[in-house]
């Protein structure tokens, strides 16, 4: 079982910067993939980047160029660094970890932090 608890989340100005930090916990075999997934009102959940095992990273094109994926594996922290941000990226993050347990894969979402960007 894993446990992920986001933090970071709150209220900016456009143009500003949030990191999300997300914290992982709990038992698994190895953690295949990483990602940052938003919500905003009336919408549907969608994802916002992805960083595997192997390091590669992804990210949709509305934040390109302004957000950043990372992970510490030291501290089982993952994070996003949130920059230039916008009134359209408010909504509410969720962290999500694909892991890897008795052979089977599984996945895990944090209970997410809102971000709420005014212009």
């Known amino acids: 079982q894993v446990q992920l608890v986001e933090s970071g989340g709150g209220l900016v100005q456009a143009g500003g910067s949030l990191r999300l930090s997300c914290a992982i916990s709990?038992?698994?075999?190895?953690?295949?993939?990483m990602s940052w997934y938003r919500q905003a009102p009336g919408k549907q959940r969608e994802l916002v980047a992805g960083?595997?095992?192997?390091?590669?990273?992804l990210y949709a094109d509305s934040v390109k160029d302004r957000f950043t994926i990372s992970r510490d594996n030291a501290k089982n922290m993952v994070y996003l660094q949130m920059n230039s941000l916008k009134p359209e990226d408010t909504a509410v993050y969720y962290c999500?970890?694909?892991?890897?347990?008795?052979?089977?894969?599984?996945?895990?979402w944090g209970q997410g932090t809102p971000v709420t960007v005014s212009s």
């Open positions: 709990g038992s698994t075999d190895r953690i295949n993939a």
């Open positions: 960083l595997n095992s192997g390091g590669s990273t």
């Open positions: 999500n970890v694909e892991a890897l347990l008795r052979g089977y894969f599984y996945n895990y």
